[in-house]
């Protein structure tokens, strides 16, 4: 039998691992990077892709059903991702970036990062792990808005850390290259310029020559002109996990890649990821809804996760305590994280401590609350999302939480 693309693709593959580099996809998923260019139009917009006024017009031909919405937006996806770029076309402007021959850049999206939503973050998620699973040892680098970007990262980061697969980063930009003061080539060099086989397998985001574990990054502001936090602007590391650029590993972190068998990104599609992301509720006792409204969620069937954001180490008051012992012995998953901005949690006030409902009222129920970790509401809520795609009860998320906790230094 004579060799076949796969075979050629897997010693390309092969070959390029021990040269010690990694061929580069970049992905165009939206964001102010791609705007202004020619007649005002985003680059995207210019070549068809979907980009804001293509979802309005889609959301208002599906009636605003969005599951249809999400099918609409991977069939487009999958429509653009069929007619690739040269990367040193798109990127051209990127004085610095060190580009490959025959790497591509997919076009995807060309929206703002603002309609993230299931419907939109679903397909563009399940179309980059349907790539890792074909391709585990190429590199995935993308760009999108600012204002969701990190929320990206984190989810892909919980489904990929434990892949196999060459780590993948993201940037964006608040000020286009065609602008004047122009902050994208800056962020954009450093993308593409990081050694990623050398990081462990999962999601980065890329900022002023600082590099964010999807775990571990939050935006704090998003002023053009950003106040500064801990020497750090726009973007922040609540737990000090970030590192720049230059602190990279110079080998590689892995030998050899490819995603396991019955790993879930090889089952995860669109509507699954879709379906799943629906089926969580985060809870966030700061935003002092109505306690009637926060044992509605707690309770509501359709919700088949839930989120609870407590105060400071994990607390609440009893409505809320009381609903989280009924949703679990139901059970539903419960995860506990606090509204600080640097989560940690004890179960030490059994008055108020949702995680003390566990050695006390749930003692001998079969049933827990589960312990976040140090991971935010947004962490949390991936892994939950995570959870019930593979079908997991409470003990086995509790051990999928404790898995990516440790191997994100936030335990």
């Known amino acids: 039998m004579g060799k076949t693309f796969e075979d050629d693709a897997s010693n390309f593959m092969e070959g390029r691992e021990r040269l010690g580099t990694s061929p580069t996809t970049f992905y165009i998923k939206g964001g102010t990077w791609l705007m202004p ?22 959301e208002e031909e599906v009636d605003f059903n969005q599951q249809r919405l999400a099918e609409a937006i991977d069939k487009g996806i999958r429509l653009s991702a069929s007619n690739p770029w040269p990367i040193q076309d798109v990127l051209s402007w990127v004085e610095g970036a060190k580009f490959s021959s025959g790497e591509m850049a997919i076009p995807l999206l060309a929206c703002d990062s603002s309609q993230r939503r299931p419907a939109v973050a679903a397909p563009l998620i399940a179309y980059a792990f349907e790539q890792m699973v074909r391709a585990p040892g190429t590199r995935q680098i993308s760009a999108i808005g600012t204002d969701t970007g990190c929320f990206y990262t984190a989810q892909e980061d919980v489904f990929l850390f434990d892949s196999q697969t060459v780590a993948s980063g993201t940037t964006g930009a608040k000020r286009p290259h065609q602008v004047s003061k122009p902050d994208a080539p800056r962020h954009f060099r450093n993308l593409i310029n990081t050694p990623h086989k050398n990081l462990p397998s999962g999601s980065y985001w890329h900022w002023n020559e600082v590099i964010y574990p999807g775990s571990d990054v939050l935006k704090v502001d998003p002023a053009e002109e950003p106040q500064p936090l801990n020497g750090r602007e726009t973007f922040f590391s609540p737990h000090n996990t970030a590192f720049t650029a230059d602190r990279v590993p110079t ?11 019955g790993h879930v990104i090889r089952q995860t599609d669109w509507l699954s990821l879709f379906t799943a992301m629906n089926s969580v509720v985060t809870v966030d006792l700061g935003l002092d809804n109505s306690p009637e409204l926060n044992v509605d969620l707690i309770l509501n069937p359709k919700h088949k996760a839930v989120v609870v954001a407590g105060f400071g180490l994990g607390n609440a008051y009893d409505l809320v305590r009381n609903a989280a ?41 079969g049933a827990q609350v589960l312990d976040g970790r140090k991971l ?17 009860d409470q003990l086995q998320t509790q051990v999928l939480i404790n898995r990516y906790a440790k191997a994100r230094n936030l335990f």
């Open 37 to 58: 260019s020619r007649e005002g139009k985003r680059y995207g917009e210019y070549q068809d892709l979907i980009g804001d006024k293509e979802i309005r017009k889609l």
């Open 251 to 261: 080998t590689a972190f892995l030998s050899h890649y490819h995603v396991p068998e």
């Open 325 to 365: 012992v009924e949703a679990v012995k139901w059970g539903k998953l419960v995860a506990v994280t606090s509204t600080c901005l640097v989560p940690s949690l004890s179960g030490s006030y059994p008055e108020v401590a949702l995680l003390g409902l566990n050695e006390t009222i749930l003692q001998k129920e």
């Open 376 to 392: 935010s509401k947004f962490s949390l809520k991936a892994l939950l999302t995570r959870a019930l795609l593979e079908n997991c």
